[in-house]
């Protein structure tokens, strides 16, 4: 059957609308999704030494590195103190072209006493990350004995418990990763030092008792290096449950309780992260890939702008 010009005219602009609205939803035509995003951890400026540095200028730093977000956890009345609202934040994240990748979530999983609190405390954060377009939660495991991480710091000190604490913690993680699934979004395990969940054999445990289609795994490369793994080997194990990162270069042998002493920026420590990102090449991951920089022994400042460096121009090319 003939078509005169008009016809081919109209059903190739018709199908050219297709193309555009299907495979770009959400995006510019000029900007196709990315399967790596990188963030920053507004940790590295929040607790630099006390210096009080404010939210404004952490934001800024990362915008001028070209980041696509910010890990951004908010303590109680943080927003206030540095003079935002949500919205008024929102707005200055969106005109910095800016996006919010994770909140962070801990607790006494294993405790069935504070259960209701962890529950709406958590019905929070998907809240919170839903107000922000977000959908990542990274779940911090409860502490190891009593040691001083403020983050972790619970019990007397005796680890004989930790297998029965993982087991405790287990069933309730796959319904918070049920709730969380149900609302858009996703939980990722985070294996942490000073935890329960810290060494190879502690993370299989917990990878084994909990439901792979309700808990992923957001592994921190720092952590488990120092914890006695292998972030390479761990990642290839874990790999169909990766659905967020820390990464975090390390160096030395880590002495309980304090792991500052060992954090480097990017590419000054012992991490294999071109080996990490030739596996993340290898399975396709998408995702974001967050630098957690928990403290430095420069400015944020100048540690954003090494550890950029470093990904600019040896982690990039490896996979972009």
Same mark, same amino acid.
């Given at each position: 059957?003939?078509?005169?010009?008009?016809? =081919? #005219?109209?059903?190739?602009?018709?199908?050219?609308?297709?193309?555009?609205?299907?495979?770009? +939803?959400?995006?510019?035509?000029?900007? @196709?999704?990315?399967?790596?995003?990188?963030?920053?951890?507004?940790?590295?400026?929040?607790?630099?030494?006390?210096?009080?540095? @404010?939210?404004?200028?952490?934001?800024?730093?990362?915008?001028? $590195?070209?980041?696509?977000?910010?890990?951004?956890?908010?303590?109680?009345?943080? $927003?206030?103190? =540095?003079? =935002?609202?949500?919205?008024?934040?929102?707005?200055?994240?969106?005109?910095?072209?800016?996006?919010?990748?994770?909140?962070?979530?801990?607790?006494?999983?294993?405790?069935?006493?504070?259960?209701?609190?962890?529950?709406?405390?958590?019905?929070?954060?998907?809240?919170?990350?839903?107000?922000?377009?977000?959908?990542? #939660? #990274?779940?911090?495991?409860?502490?190891?004995?009593?040691?001083?991480? /403020?983050?972790?710091?619970?019990?007397?000190?005796?680890?004989?418990?930790?297998?029965?604490?993982?087991?405790?913690?287990?069933?309730?993680?796959?319904?918070?990763?049920?709730?969380?699934?149900?609302?858009?979004?996703? *939980?990722?395990?985070?294996?942490? $030092?000073?935890?329960?969940?810290?060494? @190879? +054999?502690?993370?299989?445990?917990?990878?084994?008792?909990?439901?792979?289609? %309700?808990?992923?795994?957001?592994?921190?490369?720092?952590? *488990?290096?120092?914890?006695?793994?292998?972030?390479?080997?761990? *990642?290839? !194990?874990?790999?169909?449950?990766?659905? %967020?990162?820390?990464?975090?270069?390390?160096?030395?042998?880590?002495?309980?309780? /304090?792991?500052?002493?060992?954090?480097?920026?990017?590419?000054?420590?012992? #991490?294999? =992260?071109?080996?990490?990102?030739?596996? $993340?090449?290898?399975?396709?991951?998408?995702?974001?890939?967050?630098?957690?920089?928990?403290?430095?022994?420069?400015?944020?400042?100048?540690? +954003?702008?090494?550890?950029?460096?470093?990904?600019?121009?040896?982690? !990039?090319?490896?996979?972009?």
């Amino acid at each position: 059957m003939k078509m005169d010009r008009r016809q =081919f #005219v109209k059903q190739m602009a018709a199908a050219s609308a297709v193309i555009a609205g299907a495979g770009f +939803a959400g995006y510019g035509c000029s900007e @196709p999704p990315k399967n790596i995003r990188w963030s920053m951890g507004w940790i590295l400026w929040r607790d630099f030494r006390k210096a009080n540095i @404010p939210l404004s200028e952490a934001v800024q730093n990362m915008s001028d $590195l070209g980041l696509d977000g910010i890990e951004y956890t908010p303590r109680k009345d943080e $927003l206030e103190k =540095f003079g =935002f609202t949500r919205e008024s934040f929102r707005d200055l994240l969106t005109e910095k072209k800016l996006t919010v990748a994770a909140n962070y979530f801990g607790g006494d999983f294993h405790d069935s006493e504070k259960r209701d609190d962890i529950l709406s405390a958590f019905k929070n954060t998907l809240e919170n990350l839903k107000f922000y377009g977000a959908k990542n #939660v #990274v779940i911090g495991p409860p502490g190891r004995g009593n040691w001083s991480d /403020h983050l972790h710091a619970t019990g007397d000190g005796d680890e004989s418990d930790i297998p029965n604490k993982i087991r405790a913690m287990a069933p309730f993680l796959n319904e918070l990763g049920k709730i969380a699934q149900d609302a858009g979004m996703e *939980i990722g395990l985070h294996p942490h $030092l000073n935890t329960i969940v810290e060494n @190879p +054999a502690e993370i299989d445990m917990i990878m084994e008792l909990t439901d792979p289609r %309700y808990v992923g795994m957001a592994p921190d490369t720092g952590h *488990i290096d120092l914890g006695g793994g292998n972030s390479v080997e761990i *990642i290839k !194990k874990y790999s169909t449950r990766l659905c %967020y990162f820390h990464l975090k270069d390390v160096s030395g042998t880590f002495e309980r309780p /304090h792991f500052g002493p060992n954090l480097r920026e990017l590419g000054n420590g012992e #991490v294999d =992260f071109p080996g990490v990102m030739a596996v $993340l090449k290898g399975i396709g991951y998408k995702g974001w890939l967050n630098v957690e920089q928990d403290n430095t022994q420069i400015t944020p400042s100048e540690s +954003a702008t090494q550890s950029m460096e470093y990904i600019n121009t040896q982690l !990039k090319p490896i996979y972009t």
